[in-house]
């Protein structure tokens, strides 16, 4: 990274994700020299555990409320064309998308990550409005990761229409194998490096953006 920075081709802006108006800082620091042409979303939580709690995030919204102060600071800078954004969430969040995992990581899945899939949940009720697709769950996410009222803050659906949603099997410190399944079908899946993740995205999502905007990709071993 620090040859990148070296070399004036990043920028760095303190701020935190949480914070309204630091986002709003940097995404009107992004845009100081040209238009903002693609944005890549892939906040998460650490896991943590409690005796009393079990497996948990520390900030059950984390995700969801980066997502939304990011959302609300496009849509107010008013751009003249909206950019590209890349999201990345998880699989086994919706019930099709966890009903179809193997029973090793739909056990995992329930007992372990309960909490931050309930924030992805969130995170992808407000992408999918973005989008403008249909709502795919029977239920909205709870409201300690987003408000019942949040619809309030934002234009009708499909103002952001040019972004792929792209859900990973299990994140792994793996090697890059560039041999992985993707579809927009959920399918069985156990796991996916996090190399392998970045290759799909840098690799075939970028260069062909077009195809897949709009889209919600599923990518696994």
Known sequence: MQSYIQAGKVTLV???GLVKSDVEDAWSKANQDRPVDLVLFTVGGALKFQM?????IETPNLTTKCASNLLQAIVASNPREMPRLIAVSSTGITKKSHDTLPFVMRQMYTYMLPSPHADKLGLERLLQHAMGRPWEENV????????SDWKKDYPAAGF????VVVRPAFLTDGRETATYKVSPDDFSSYTISRRDVAHFIGKRLLPEFDTWSGSIVNVGY
Do not use: A, I, T, W
Not at 140 to 147: F, Q, S, T
């Open 14 to 16: 303190k701020g935190d």
């Open 52 to 56: 009393s709690k079990g497996f948990f």
């Open 140 to 147: 909205e996410p709870n409201e300690e990761v987003l408000p």
């Open 160 to 163: 952001l229409p040019n972004m």
